[in-house]
């Protein structure tokens, strides 16, 4: 699926069962949100915190639902995200092209 693509698959599944988008503040909360699960299941997962009993330890599900609200995000804003995101590219590219492989730290 392309980015496009989802942008689109997102708002028809709003439009059928979603009712309408949450607004925009909504929205940024609950991006947030699921950035700080995503956050918790990285640091149980690779950092020196464990796992509580019963608790999600797929960081998949959560990288999804972080797409998900951002996508409603961009929809909501009419933000293209494959412009978005190419131009992006284009901007890093040009600041960072060397940046990284001089740097001794990554070395």
Known sequence: MT???AQEKVDQ???????RYF????NMAVLTEEVGELAR???RKYGE??????ENQDP???MADILWVL???ANQTGVDLTKALEASFEKKT??????HKNNTKLK
């Open 60 to 62: 998949a599900e959560e």
């Open 23 to 26: 607004n925009e503040l909504t």
């Open 94 to 99: 040009r600041r960072d092209k060397d940046r």
């Open 49 to 54: 915190q464990s796992f509580k009993e019963g």
């Open 71 to 73: 996508i409603c995000l």
């Open 41 to 43: 299941i990285m640091a």
């Open 3 to 5: 980015i496009q693509e």
């Open 13 to 19: 599944w709003i439009k059928t069962y979603g009712v």
